[in-house]
């Protein structure tokens, strides 16, 4: 019923940037929570940004100063700036929404950064 579609993965050099969105359709409300994880080979899968619809955001750590998330409530769409990407950033990038507790998850996009 709920479908996200993700773009905007791709292979970067390091340094370099990149914007990830993820549009989620199928759904005339608004989302409770959206974000982004990632997991990397041989990884658990990590969270690395997520926004509340009322504009509250929350990084990883790792993610601090570099990532920027956002959202475009009317489009139902989140967005994950990326600058500055390391190597250590290269994963399969999965978004993610939630609805009254409900998790959707989309197929997964896969980033890579070069050293």
């Known amino acids: 019923q709920v479908q996200l579609v993700e773009s905007g993965g791709g292979l970067v050099q390091a340094g370099g940037s990149l914007r990830l969105s993820c549009a989620a359709r199928?759904?005339?409300?608004?989302?409770?929570?959206m974000g982004w994880y990632r997991q990397a080979p041989e990884k658990q899968r990590e969270l690395v940004a997520f926004i509340t619809s009322g504009g509250y955001t929350n990084y990883a750590d790792s993610t601090k100063g570099r990532f920027t998330i956002s959202r475009d409530n009317a489009k139902n769409t989140v967005y994950l700036q990326m600058n500055s990407l390391k190597p250590e950033d290269t994963a399969v990038y999965y978004c993610n929404v939630r609805q009254l507790a409900v998790n959707y998850w989309g197929q997964g996009t896969q980033v890579t950064v070069s050293s």
């Open positions: 199928g759904s005339a409300f608004s989302f409770n929570t």
